[in-house]
């Protein structure tokens, strides 16, 4: 028995590029319909597969709106860490804001603020991201911690010091938030941090 040398190289590779265009169709629909917008047979129909390949990749529609959440924040709002906590933090307020102007990321905000009463699960999927993209940032404050670049803190306080602003500017639209909006918000949150550590 032989094997392709070609196949034997890239193994998943087009398993890669079909999951990418599910990815990125299920970005589009959502940014353009909203949630309910998001369908298989309309999934399918954008990727160019079958609707076979969407019940295998996703065999609920749970476990579609959860790993679409997560792969909007990963790609839009990543969480740096290039050793210069001030900057990581400024790209990732500065990433927030971006993406919260996007067709796409108002539609995620909408699962974030969905109400805690709704039956269809999504406000407790939006919570679960919460709570993952929330430990991703703690981890990424404690090695500045460890590194004298902060005092001790919490990612969740960091996290509404941080997206506060951004939210009143997107609301407000008067004008784009910019790079030097995120890093004189971050350095304002890192000295009263400072200050508060040595009261």
């Not at 034997?8 to 940014?31: K, M, Y």
């Not at 998001?38 to 160019?48: P, T």
């Not at 079958?50 to 476990?63: E, Q, S």
């Not at 933090?89 to 699962?111: D, Y």
């Amino acid at each position: 028995m032989t094997v392709d040398p070609s196949r034997a190289r890239r193994p998943g590779g087009r398993t890669r590029q079909v999951t990418e265009r599910l990815w990125a169709a299920a970005l589009d629909i959502l940014a353009e319909q909203g949630v309910d917008g998001l369908q298989y047979e309309e999934l399918a129909s954008r990727a160019h597969v079958g609707r076979a390949t969407v019940y295998r990749r996703w065999p609920n529609r749970d476990d579609l709106f959860r790993d679409v959440l997560a792969r909007f924040a990963e790609i839009s709002v990543p969480i740096d860490d290039t050793g210069d906590v001030v900057r990581d933090l400024t790209a990732f307020l500065h990433s927030f804001a971006e993406a919260s102007a996007t067709p796409t990321g108002r539609a995620v905000l909408q699962i974030l603020l969905r109400r805690a009463d709704k039956a269809d699960g999504l406000h407790r999927m939006g919570l679960e991201l919460l709570d993952r993209r929330t430990d991703d940032l703690q981890r990424r404050l404690d090695r500045a911690t460890e590194a004298g670049q902060l005092p001790p803190t919490e990612a969740a306080f960091i996290n509404m010091m941080l997206a506060g602003p951004v939210q009143w500017f997107v609301l407000r639209r008067a004008r784009p938030f910019t790079l030097s909006d995120a890093r004189e918000i971050v350095e304002l949150v890192v000295a009263g941090l400072w200050r508060n550590h040595t009261e």
